[in-house]
C-alpha cells in the first residue's frame, strides 16, 4: 500500500485518479495542492508561457469537501512532505513552473509522474529542471477524458479499462517505473510502455489533430452570417462529432504548442488528403468520393467492434 | 386520416417513417417498394451516376416482417397505385430514376415528397422529370439520422422533437405542403418552411461539412503506417468525433455531388481558418489559438445547452 500521494492540479484526471486510489484501498492519505501554491512557492522566474489554469486554494477546498482528497496544502513544500508519489496533473504549458517548485523540496525517495497529453515536452522539461530527481520521474499518460473539466466531473471509474501510456527513459529508476504502473494498475487501467516520441506522434493523430479540427470548425461556424440556423439545425451527428470542442481551451492550447511539430505533421497529412477530395468534389470524380468513404466507414467500424 | 401512403426505400428513414406513423394511427395502410423496382420498371434510360443502393425485395420482405410496412410490391405501378403520399426515400444520387418512372404511374391526386438531405438537385430533379405532376411534389428534409442504416435500426421515434425543413416552391400546391406537414407532425417532429438554396447551404455547413471531414480523417488515419496503434490508442473522444464516418458511403457520396457548391463553399472558409490556425501553431502564436479555442467552446456550449 502506498502511504501518501500527492496531486498537484485536483481537476478532473488528477481528481478521478484521487477518488480510483480511494476507492481501490491503494493509499493511505491522498493530499492535494495547486499550480499557484507552485507558482507562489518557487520564488523564481518561470520561463515560457504561463498556462492560464486557475487551481486555486477555492478548487482545492471544493476536492476536500467532495472527499476527493484527504486534505490540501497551499505550501507546495508542505504539500509534497513525505509523499511516496507525486503526480503533476496541471496543462501541460504548466509543468516547468511545477518542477522547478519541485526541484526544491522534494526527496530524493519520492517518484514523481505526470498525466500530460504530450511526453516529449515535459521529459525534457523534467530533464531541465528535476537535476538529479530527473530519475525519479516517470512520463505517464493515461487514455481518459471527456470533455468536461474540473473536480466535479471526478469519477473513480475513469480509467477503469483504459490504458495509460508511460515513457521512461533509460535513466528512469526501474523502481520507479514499477511504482507507477501498480498506481495505475490498481485505477483498473492496463499500463503500456512506449518510446516517447512514438507517443506523441500516435497521440497527435489520433487525439490532438481531431481536437483542432473541431475547435476550429466550430469556431469557423460560429463566425458565418448563418450561424444561428447552422447550430439551429444541427443534429446528434454534429453534436457528437463537436463534442470534444467543449474541451478546456487552455489545456488544448498548451498540448498545440507542446507537441506542434508531431501536430503539424499529421495536420499537413491531412490537409493534402482533404484537398484531394476536394478536388474530386469539384470534378465529380465519383469513385474517388466513393472509395474515399467506403474505407473510412470501414475502417472506423473495425475500429469501434475491436474497442467494444 | 390518410388512406395509403407507399415509401419507396423502406431504410433507416423510410421505415422509422412507416413506424412512426403506425403508431400514431395516422395512416390505415403503408405500402413499401424500392429503387430496384422503380428502376426494373421504368424502362427508360436514366442519365447520370447510378446510385449503389440496394434496396432489394429481400429487404423489403423483412420490413414487412418486421411489421414496419403492410405490405410491399416490385411492381413500381403497383405500389403506388391509389396512394394519397408517395415518399421517395433512396439516396439523393438515385432521385433522377424514381421520378422518370413516378411519371408514368402516379395519378395526379397523389402528393409526392422525399426525404433527401439535399434539396436544389431533388427539387431541379422534380421539375425536370415529373412535369405536370411536380407541383404535387413538396421536398422535405427531416433532420434526424443515427450512423446506422438499413430497416433494421428503423424507430418510431426518430422525429420526435426533430426538426423538418420542407422546401416548397410558389408552385408547389397548396394542399400537398399541407397534407406533407400534417403527415410529418404525427411523427412528432415540428415542420419549418425554408428557401431551398438557403436549406442547402446550412445544411452544407452544419452536416456535409463534418461528414465530409469526418470520413477524410478516419481514410488519412487507416493509411498512416501507425495506424493500427492510432485506433488501439483512440479514446471516447476520437469514437464520437468520428461516428458520423460509420455512416452510409452511397448515401454521403450522392450528397457531396447533389450539394457539391455549397459543400465546396463552406469547405473553403473551413480550409482558410484551419489555416490560419496551422500558422498560428508554426509561429507558437499563443493568444491566436487560446482565442480560437475559447470561442469554439463558448459557441459548442451554447449551442448544446439550446438544444437540450
Not at 93 to 120: M, W
Not at 195 to 213: F, G, K, R, W, Y
Not at 287 to 303: E, G, M, W
Request: proline share 2%.
Amino acid at each position: 500500500m502506498i502511504n501518501r500521494i500527492c496531486i498537484i492540479g485536483v481537476g478532473l484526471i488528477g481528481g478521478s485518479l484521487a477518488r480510483a486510489l480511494k476507492a481501490s484501498g491503494a493509499c493511505k492519505e491522498i493530499v492535494g495542492t495547486s499550480l499557484r501554491a507552485a507558482n507562489q512557492n518557487s520564488g523564481k522566474h518561470i520561463p515560457g508561457k504561463q498556462s492560464t489554469g486557475n487551481q486555486s486554494s477555492a478548487n482545492l477546498l471544493k476536492a476536500k469537501q467532495l472527499n476527493v482528497i484527504d486534505r490540501f496544502e497551499t505550501e507546495i513544500s508542505v504539500a509534497v512532505k513525505d509523499a511516496d508519489i507525486v503526480v503533476v496533473s496541471v496543462p501541460v504549458g504548466a509543468q516547468d513552473a511545477i518542477f522547478i517548485a519541485l526541484a526544491d523540496c522534494v526527496s530524493s525517495d519520492t517518484i514523481i509522474t505526470d498525466v500530460g497529453s504530450t511526453k516529449r515536452s515535459v521529459s525534457d522539461s523534467a530533464d531541465k529542471y528535476l537535476g538529479k530527481l530527473s530519475t525519479n520521474f516517470v512520463p505517464a499518460h493515461p487514455i481518459a477524458g471527456i470533455e468536461k473539466s474540473g473536480v466535479e466531473a471526478a469519477s473513480g471509474d475513469l480509467f477503469q479499462q483504459r490504458r495509460v501510456i508511460i515513457t521512461p527513459t533509460e535513466n528512469t529508476s526501474k523502481i520507479a517505473v514499477s511504482v507507477v504502473q501498480s498506481m495505475w494498475e490498481k485505477t483498473g487501467a492496463e499500463v503500456i510502455k512506449m518510446d516517447i516520441d512514438h507517443h506523441d506522434e500516435v497521440l497527435a493523430a489520433t487525439s490532438h489533430l481531431p481536437h483542432l479540427l473541431a475547435f476550429s470548425l466550430v469556431d469557423t461556424l460560429s463566425q458565418l452570417d448563418e450561424k444561428s440556423e447552422i447550430f439551429k439545425y444541427a443534429a446528434g451527428g454534429f453534436r457528437d462529432f463537436t463534442r470534444i470542442a467543449s474541451s478546456d481551451p487552455t489545456m488544448w492550447h498548451d498540448i498545440c504548442l507542446a507537441n506542434s511539430n508531431a501536430i503539424l505533421a499529421v495536420l499537413e497529412t491531412f490537409t493534402r488528403d482533404l484537398k484531394k477530395l476536394e478536388q474530386a468534389i469539384q470534378e465529380k470524380d465519383s469513385q474517388f468520393i466513393l472509395d474515399v468513404f467506403v474505407r473510412a466507414k470501414k475502417s472506423r467500424d473495425t475500429f469501434c467492434n475491436e474497442q467494444l
